[in-house]
C-alpha cells in the first residue's frame, strides 16, 4: 500500500509564510502528478496547485504569484511553500498523488489525511 502524509500546517498572519510538505511511502514504483487540493468550511475542494512527473506546474489563479509547488523525486515528497498568505487561504490542505506500484498494474490515485492552515487577519 501506499501513504502519504502532510506535514507544515498552522497558524500564521496575513502575509506570512508556511510550507507543506508530502511525502509517500509504501510499494512506489513510479509517482507522476503531484497536487495540492484545499478545502474551506462549507466549500468544496478546490485544485490549488498540480506537478507533473517532468515537473511541469500549474496553479488555480487565486494562488498564482504566491504559492510554488515543487518535488522531490528521490524523496517521493512534493512541497507547496506558500507566501503573502490571506485569510482566505485558510483550509485544510490535501495533497494527492497518481502512484504506480508496479510496472503491469495501472495509476491509482493516493490522498493524505490533509493539515490544518489557518491564516489570521
Known amino acids: 500500500q501506499v501513504q502519504l502524509v502532510e506535514s507544515g500546517g498552522g497558524l500564521v498572519q496575513a502575509g506570512g509564510s508556511l510550507r507543506l510538505s508530502c511525502a509517500a511511502s509504501?510499494?512506489?514504483?513510479?509517482?507522476?502528478?503531484m497536487r495540492w487540493y484545499r478545502q474551506a468550511p462549507g466549500k468544496q475542494r478546490e485544485l490549488v496547485a498540480t506537478?507533473?512527473?517532468?515537473?511541469?506546474?500549474n496553479y488555480a489563479d487565486s494562488v498564482k504569484g504566491r504559492f510554488t509547488i515543487s518535488r522531490d523525486n528521490a524523496k517521493n515528497t512534493v512541497y507547496l511553500q506558500m507566501n503573502s498568505l490571506k485569510p482566505e487561504d485558510t483550509a485544510v490542505y490535501f495533497c494527492?498523488?497518481?502512484?504506480?506500484?508496479?510496472?503491469?498494474?495501472?495509476?491509482?490515485?493516493?490522498w493524505g489525511q490533509g493539515t490544518q492552515v489557518t491564516v489570521s487577519s
Open positions: 509504501g510499494s512506489i514504483f513510479r509517482i507522476a502528478t
Open positions: 494527492n498523488a497518481g502512484v504506480k506500484i508496479t510496472t503491469l498494474l495501472p495509476e491509482n490515485d493516493y
Open positions: 506537478i507533473t512527473g517532468g515537473g511541469s506546474t
